[in-house]
């Protein structure tokens, strides 16, 4: 299997700035503390990958910023002026929502991380690889087709998919396994039956009241939607329950020609923003079972960054991703001991029941 990777070093310059969730503010008590989505992490990640020698077993391949006519088939031109004017302020501006900050040129990079998209996208479906990730930033899935929020700008996934559409692709599985609902994909293809928009998500974790496993599309879009919003807690065991349950057979249903996975860490055990439970053992087995949905479907799949806040667990488990996409082991994770030890990874009661539920809602009987 060849790897397409694809890391730009000014995806981790992302100038979140501080306070995030929580904005600094003395007379609160609310100290200064860099913000949660600081691209760091995405850098960690990017790094390990390099010093642990997965990369030299991938075909690296270099960002190009994505072209208006591009970002525009999925976001309205009044919304991408607007952040266009305000990235051209000293201090940037904000997507959308107060809580998704950009520096001056933060345009440029949102632009740049949805051609990194493009790109990976392009090498398997020039068969210059057979699978490929994309470690972008900023991230996109809760992007809007009118608006920026959750501390995304351009919808990357929903710009890479609409790309593979327009270079012929007919149908498009999105996969959506970041921890938060991916709303914004959700949004842009509601009435769309060519692309799959599916969600693997914290039930009711962020954006509030969404994701519900009984929205469903519209017109020629219903069904289109699949939506699996898991209880809190869940482990490696629910997350794997999950992808045999509804993951592989709705998209075998749905019959992709490429599958986008929008790949957050965020599920992991050491997150500060969801409360699952994956570790790398997780992480590790998803990979292997969408690599052999991708096989069955004889689709090529791109996994594109999302979501994921723990610098000390994330690197750990996009390494273990990556070790399924290169077919090389190569880091030890150094806390799925202390995990092991926790326990709390097999599938419990309320957890097959609450699938069981969204089986039968998204008509998987
Ligand atoms: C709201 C607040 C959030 C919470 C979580 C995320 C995670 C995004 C991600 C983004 C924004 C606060 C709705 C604070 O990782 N996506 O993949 N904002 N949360 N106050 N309020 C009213
Ligand atoms: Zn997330």
Redesign the pocket.
């Known amino acids: 299997m060849r790897t397409a990777y694809l890391w730009h070093e000014a995806f981790g310059w992302a100038d979140t700035g501080t306070g995030g969730?929580a904005p600094a503010d003395w007379t609160q008590g609310i100290q200064p503390l860099p913000h949660v989505a600081s691209p760091d992490t995405k850098r960690r990640l990017h790094e390990l990958l390099a010093v642990s020698g997965l990369l030299d077993r991938c075909v690296r391949i270099p960002a190009r910023p994505a072209t208006m006519e591009e970002i525009l088939r999925v976001h309205e031109s009044e919304y991408v002026n607007r952040v266009h004017s305000e990235s051209e302020h000293p201090k940037g501006g904000d997507c959308g929502d107060g809580?998704s900050p950009f520096g001056k040129g933060g345009f440029d990079l949102a632009l740049l991380s949805s051609g990194g998209a493009i790109a990976v996208v392009d090498a398997v479906l020039d068969g210059r690889a057979d699978v490929g990730y994309a470690n972008i930033n900023p991230?996109g899935?809760?992007a809007r087709s009118d608006m920026g929020m959750?501390?995304c700008m351009f919808n990357n996934v929903s710009v890479a998919a609409a790309h593979a559409r327009a270079r012929g692709v007919e149908r498009v599985a999105i996969v959506d396994l970041?921890v938060?609902h991916g709303n914004g994909t959700e949004q842009i293809w509601w009435k769309d039956g060519t692309v799959l928009a599916l969600s693997v998500h914290q039930d009711g974790c962020?954006?509030?009241d969404s994701g519900h496993a009984e929205d469903r599309g519209e017109g020629e879009g219903l069904g289109a939607t699949v939506n699996i919003p898991l209880p809190p807690g869940g482990g490696d065991g629910l997350y794997a329950a999950t992808l045999t349950r509804i993951v592989a057979p709705a998209v075998h249903r749905f019959g992709p020609d490429l599958i986008l996975v929008a790949s957050?860490f965020?599920a992991g055990m050491m997150d500060p923003?969801a409360r699952m439970m994956v570790t790398t053992e997780g992480f590790r087995h998803i990979a292997k079972e969408l690599v052999a949905l991708a096989n069955a479907a004889q689709a090529p799949l791109v996994f594109i960054q999302?979501?994921g806040?723990s610098p000390i667990y994330v690197p750990f488990c996009g390494a273990a991703v990556m070790e399924v996409l290169t077919g090389k082991a190569a880091v030890q994770d150094p806390l799925i001991r202390l995990f092991a030890s926790m326990g709390g990874q097999e599938v419990r009661g309320h957890e097959r029941d609450a699938l069981e539920r969204i089986a039968a809602v998204v008509g998987l009987r």
């Open positions: 969730l809580f991230p899935h809760h959750g501390f970041d938060h962020f954006p509030p957050g965020d923003l999302e979501g806040y």
